[in-house]
């Protein structure tokens, strides 16, 4: 069974987790829009091998939040959890949450393996990078209560919905817990940048490690994934058949389990 757990960070934010199963202990890192009930699925799909802890990134869900927001924030707030998980921990990240596995990695955690799922980067001319002025707009629209006009401009801009469909996703039953967590769209567009690929923090990292995409996620993320598996120093591909940016467990769990315990 899972059981939230809770760590402190070193800016004093509370860190909440799901922590189960019994083994090599892997952290599980989700994307934009994300709490850990997204990851929850997968959690439950590896604990019979491996410690699993799923964590909320802070502002989300269960964990706390402090101002101002920094990417080393969120560093030191996985650093937490992996000190929870005995010192040295697998890290899976999803979308942007994959951007901050990288961050990690480059800044030395103790992580013995990494995987990556729809890492989000526009290395060739597919679609443009964001706008230099993106993250302000985003921050505006959140301070002025326009948290739906938010989560739509995320969807719209970063995603890359169609306009058309945003629209129809205003009715959607998950609208509610979009516009909840609308605030760490911006801490997402902090992480992301422009959508560039952070080529020397690739290079940097030594952890081995597994890049995967779907068959039928966007575009970007194969040319994406491409890039950042070639720029690694120890970096291996794979792409999941059938599959698109949505998290299928059952397709992704015996890919990572053949990855971490060879």
Known sequence: MNAMHATISADGTRIAYDRSGEGPPIVLVPGAFNTRTTTEPLAVA?????TVLNVDRRGRGDSGDSAPYAVQREIEDLDAVIGDAGGSAAVFGYSSGA????????DGLPISRLALYDAPF????????????????????????RRGDAVELYQRVVIGIPGDIVVQMRQAPF?????????TLVYDATLVGDLGLPTDLIASITTPTLVIDGEHSPPI????????????PD???RTLAGQSHDLAHEALAPVLEEFLLA
Do not use: Y
């Open 122 to 145: 526009v290395v060739d001319d597919s679609r443009p990078r964001l706008a230099p002025d993106f993250m302000q707009e985003l921050a505006g629209l959140i301070a002025s209560g």
């Open 46 to 50: 590896l604990r019979d091998r491996f």
């Open 235 to 237: 970096g291996r591909r």
């Open 99 to 106: 951007t901050l596995a990288l961050h990690a990695a480059a």
């Open 175 to 183: 609208r509610p817990a979009l516009e909840e967590i609308a605030h």
């Open 221 to 232: 993320m194969h040319s994406a994934a491409d890039a950042v598996a070639r720029t690694l």
